[in-house]
């Protein structure tokens, strides 16, 4: 498996043309391509310029509005719910990202809810937009149904992630970003490339037996909860999985559950629609609110310190801060450039083709 | 292992005598007596009437202040900070939940950060104040340091538990209520009990190897987060763990992370204290200030059935919803009464006598 390497800025340029081409304003088209790209910086290669192709199929079949209307719909002095109209994710996020950041200036705490939007990208942009701010950020959405509850066969969930994102004074903020199952989808197409086995605890086949089997998704089989079984905690898993779908979706008028829009565009939408488009949900906190930021800054400097320099376990390297490895990434990546696999370029080419783009 | 049934009234009568004798406000051992009851009646055997004399204990050692002066040290529209002035959990939880519901009704949301506060008994008790209120209750809390995060042979975190309970409408509600580890340490105690081992994945030794001894902390191995190991997602388990920290404890300015003062009284207060006491995260969310709160409940139903309905892997009897099974042992419990060890009722006998009570 060879692969090519790119400047983060020839990826950010060309997402951005992608975008202006098939529609989006100028403006949006800036906000989706730094959303798309942060996610190759991060070193997420599943959910940055990858998809780039995927955006623009649910383009092709009008499940994205590329000149949305987005608005608040409804609003209290903590509170709002965003209507995305259809729009991208990568630009219904950030905009109402920004409503909760604006609410938490003024009411100490900002919380936003998103119906009738598509993928956002990696929750990790839209939560650490709040930092700059001195503010806890929060960003979850719900997601295509992959996931199976305990006990169950069908896939009733999506990957479901959660971010926070905590400023911190001399050390890199906290960020914790994360997926409510084992292992997120993105995992499983590298082992797929790779043509090696996924551990136990990831997937289970379509009657719900556990198998390792990477393809298992495309047989009828689904990921599993964090946890992985019962006895693991998959329970626990399963349960964050659903706080994320009811804040996302039940609380925005989204569609939730098995009834979640697919993100590939190829798989039909599910006959009954209970609600509007994904659902997301963004949050904000102001530090300033509950104590001091500079405070509150040194004592996280004090906690992240504590456990940077915990004792390891024989043979490990290092105990890590959520957030590290990507922040790491994203160091490397701006210098070193960004390494995409061949089918990736190809396909890239070819949207690039098809769009009558020159390919960067 | 024999064990005799009491009835709900009984040991929440009991319970409150004893926090009234150790000095506790009649209000107050109201309060307390009925949060920790909560969790013998909802089948978290761990922290409810078998932890009685560990407050007992708490106070004996001045840890625990039975008559404090709980108050708001800071807050904004939608945020607060309480301090605890070293009171029982059990009783400054519940004022800070008040204390978000109220803020919710005015400013659709609220979040409260209490410091200086002790143990609260289970996070479910707290959280669900708000569900009469068709708000979303969240509670979370730091606790002992008996957590190792991934790699790492340090206890650095507590067990750290989050909770969120959802009104529904014909459905009952939704209570997800889990440790943000793969097993809590009730659960270890339970297999100490029956001289049973622990399934891989729970605990590790003192050399962060896996263990499946159930005795292992008392030889310095820790709990694991969430997860198990790195391979299964306990990286995640970790960063929930710290985010429950961060959000109870340095917002707050609570003692955090290994400084978390112990609930045994026998252990040592660790040297540094970071800050006071304990730390809690209470929040409310008004259904109002998203949507109207018939139509959510309507949606939450739907959701749930979706989930109750789905099909089961051949040999599991039903996919649960959370908080199915505390809710049902809460139903038998209140008619059947509540069944405790030997070990249990004599620790309580003793209690009675050392505090000059008739026990029950």
């Known amino acids: 498996m060879s692969e090519k390497i790119f400047t983060y800025h020839q990826l950010l340029d060309f997402a951005e043309k992608v975008f202006r081409k098939i529609g989006c304003p100028d403006k949006d088209a800036v906000t989706a391509s730094s959303a798309l790209i942060s996610a190759d910086l991060r070193g997420i290669d599943s959910h940055g310029v990858a998809r780039l192709s995927g955006y623009v199929r649910l383009w092709e079949v009008k499940r994205v509005n590329v000149s949305p209307g987005i608005k608040v719909i409804y609003e209290t002095a903590s509170t709002a719910v965003v209507d995305g109209d259809s729009g991208l994710g990568l630009v219904v996020a950030p905009y109402a990202m920004n409503i909760a950041i604006e609410k938490a200036k003024q009411a100490g705490t900002g919380w936003v809810s998103v119906q009738n939007s598509n993928h956002f990208g990696i929750a990790a942009h839209h939560a650490m937009m709040a930092l700059q701010y001195d503010m806890i950020g929060i960003a979850m959405t719900n997601a295509s149904p992959l996931v199976a509850p305990t006990f169950s066969i069908d896939r009733m ?17 906290f960020v914790a970003d994360l ?5 997120a989808n993105g995992k499983l197409e590298i082992l797929q490339r790779k043509k090696q086995r996924a551990p136990l605890g990831w997937i289970q086949d379509k009657n719900g037996n556990p198998s390792t089997d990477p393809h298992e998704l495309k047989n009828g089989g689904a990921l599993l909860p964090l946890g992985g079984d019962k006895e693991h905690g998959s329970h626990k898993g399963y349960a964050l999985g659903a706080v994320v779908d009811i804040f996302s979706a039940l609380l925005s008028g989204a569609n939730y559950a098995p009834w979640a829009p697919p993100f590939p565009a190829y798989v039909p939408m599910p006959a009954e629609q209970p609600g509007k488009g994904i659902g997301h949900f963004l949050g904000a906190m102001s530090i300033d609110a509950f104590r001091p930021a500079d405070e509150f800054k040194k004592h996280m400097d004090h906690w992240i310190s504590g456990f940077r320099n915990a004792k390891t376990i024989e043979g490990e390297e290092r105990v890590l801060i959520p957030g590290d490895p990507e922040r790491e990434m994203q160091e490397k990546r701006l210098t070193e450039g960004i390494p995409l696999v061949d089918s990736v370029v190809n396909e890239l080419e070819q949207l690039a083709e098809k769009l009558n783009l020159p390919f960067i």
């Open 157 to 173: 969930l999506g990957t479901n992630p959660i971010c926070v994102a905590v400023p911190a004074g001399k050390e890199p903020s």
């Open 179 to 183: 997926a409510t199952t084992t292992a």
